[in-house]
């Protein structure tokens, strides 16, 4: 199945190399069709002590998350404010 990755801030680095586009545009993924949210950042070497937070089709996520055909799966860096 095919699902749409965006990463964002410094997650860009972990743009896979080869795949067309600016940095800061998404990018599809081709995946089992059991995959799951962190079967996406396995396969992007995100660390989880890199920390961030994942949301799918715009809804908060958790790593166990399955995935279906057509979603796209958010990376954000963690947040600091004052």
Request: charged share 20%.
């Amino acid at each position: 199945m095919d699902v749409t990755v965006k990463l964002h801030g410094v997650l860009r680095r972990h743009r896979p190399k080869g795949v067309e586009g600016a940095p800061h545009h998404p990018f599809t993924m081709n995946l089992p069709a059991t995959a799951i949210v962190n079967d996406i950042r396995v396969s992007l070497v995100l660390s989880q002590d890199i920390g961030f937070v994942v949301a799918v089709n715009g809804e908060a996520a958790e790593l166990s998350t399955e995935l279906r055909q057509g979603d796209v799966v958010y990376f954000f860096p963690p947040a600091a404010g004052g």
